[in-house]
């Protein structure tokens, strides 16, 4: 079993009890919804900032699997192998 | 009025385009400033709630990156709670997503803990715990005409809801589709605009599709309202049944903002801009225009505001408190906030130079409240 690691943004970071690498442990490839939706349990704030209420990434939030933006793979249907890194970072946006 | 002044203080909140400032005073001349909180996301509402012996500032907060949200404070923004699973979002099944929330509006004190929402995508919601959680209002979400609502340059909203003092009238402006009445506390709905123009539509005089820009109630005549609308200003005496135009005696019927008076009936404030091509206030002099007789005259009031403003004043960007007398309170989109102590007679500065004011509201509040303040004896 190996762990899969979400890294967070700093300005996030404070809604995750200051960590900075969320890890959770996976047998196999999961998800990034399901991944997503495990974090929703324990941090239900950071969840929304990340997704909407109907489940969809928030515009301008990039999430990242082995170096790729999930948008460009599966969505929130791209899997995640056991030991591969999520990185989450906001895009450049705004005024 | 003096003795009020050692037991009273006064709170401005201020919401910008990147955050929210707060300002404290006791004589509603002199402020203190605190900010900015939730540094750049935008706050377009806010919502003083004075009732049950607390005052409780709830904001819409918005994030570029991270969408909206509603936080709530109770001790005048020292600290701030957000529900963990969210105050406003829209049930499984109904496929929307809060984009914005556009207005957060405290019902009477004769029902403490309503609190009344408006959001983008159009939609209305109700709290019946204090702001902490809402829940959609499914006549307006469930009208046949919803599909034909549009949207206005700000988006497609909610903006004003208006409940008259039993509970049973509510009524909704929308940017765009007008004015929306419900006689039964909120349960079915069905749209109010007899004499309100939409001359941008090929039937200039549609029962709906108005842009309506903010409707409030007059404070003692039930069934009075008043409507500033995307040119022409309105009064409506029968619970909206027919509008008629109070827009004579006003530099422009364009703008955004329509106050009235807590108490006072006939008192109503707008703050003009010259026209829907020219969103600037006429002749680019800032000015406030009351009125104290229900829009037959209005009264230019323009003594403190700058002449020379290019700058226009959202719907949301104004606000009256409930003192004696009532404090008239406005934010422009060039970010100077003014105060007036006295119903507009004489405005001061509170703040220049902020983001864009998206939302003001100032409130009467208990002085233990405000540090720095003058101890009741």
């Known amino acids: ?3 899969i690691s979400v890294v967070l943004p700093s300005i996030l970071q404070p809604l995750a009890g200051g960590q900075s690498i969320l890890t959770t442990p996976a047998d196999g490839a999961v998800t990034v919804g399901i991944l997503l939706d495990s974090l929703a349990g324990d941090y239900p704030v950071l969840a929304r900032r990340l997704r909407d209420e109907t489940g969809a990434i928030r515009r301008y939030v990039n999430i990242y699997v082995n170096g790729d933006e999930v948008r460009r793979l599966r969505g929130l249907e791209t899997e995640v192998a056991a030991g591969q890194e999520v990185v989450i970072i906001q895009s450049v946006a705004g005024g | 009025m003096g003795c009020m002044a050692t037991e009273e203080s006064y709170v401005l909140a201020i919401g910008t385009k990147k955050g929210l400032w707060l300002a404290t005073s006791q004589d509603r001349q002199t402020w203190s400033m605190s900010g900015p909180h939730f540094l750049m996301s935008e706050v377009p509402s806010i919502g003083i709630d ?3 012996g607390r005052t409780r500032i709830m904001v819409g907060v918005r994030s570029e990156h991270w969408g909206p949200t509603v936080a709530h404070s109770d001790d005048l923004g020292a600290t701030w709670t957000e529900p963990e699973q969210g105050a406003i979002k829209f049930p499984e099944g109904t496929d929307a997503a809060v984009e914005r929330i556009w207005q957060i509006y405290p019902d009477a004190d004769a029902r403490p803990g309503v609190v009344w929402a408006g959001a983008e995508p159009i939609s209305v919601w109700k709290s019946t715990d204090g702001g902490e959680h809402f829940e959609l209002n499914r006549g307006l979400w469930d009208h046949p005409h919803r599909s034909e609502w549009g949207a206005g340059y700000g988006g497609a909203a909610a903006h004003s809801i208006v409940v008259n003092p039993s509970g049973n009238n509510v009524h909704v402006a929308m940017s765009t589709g007008g004015v929306y009445r419900s006689l039964d506390g909120g349960t079915s709905w069905e749209p109010r605009n007899k004499g309100i123009s939409a001359y941008f539509m090929p039937d200039p005089n549609p029962e709906f599709g108005q842009c309506v820009h903010k409707i409030a109630a007059d404070a003692a005549v039930e069934g009075r309202l008043y409507a500033q609308n995307h040119h022409g200003v309105y009064r409506t005496d029968d619970n909206g049944e027919n509008w008629e135009s109070i827009a004579e005696g006003l530099p422009a019927d364009f703008g955004f903002v329509m106050l009235t008076h807590p108490r006072r009936p006939g008192t109503a404030w707008v703050v003009p801009l010259k026209a829907d091509g020219e969103r600037i206030p006429p002749d ?14 209005w009264k230019r009031l323009d003594s403190g505001l700058p002449q020379g403003e290019y700058n226009a004043v959202l719907r949301d960007a104004a ?12 934010g422009t989109r060039g970010g100077s ?11 001061t500065e509170v703040a220049s130079h902020l983001p864009d004011v ?14 720095g303040a003058p101890v009741p004896a």
């Open chain 2, 284 to 297: 680019a002099k800032l000015a406030v225009h009351r009125t104290d007789d229900a829009g037959k005259t």
């Open chain 2, 319 to 330: 606000s009256v408190d409930t003192a004696e007398p009532a404090g008239v309170y406005f």
């Open chain 2, 50 to 52: 004075t009732r049950n």
């Open chain 2, 358 to 371: 998206l939302c003001v509201r100032g409130a009467v509040v208990s002085a233990a409240l405000v540090p």
């Open chain 1, 1 to 3: 079993m190996a762990d």
């Open chain 2, 337 to 347: 906030v003014y105060a007036s102590p006295d119903e507009g007679e004489h405005f």
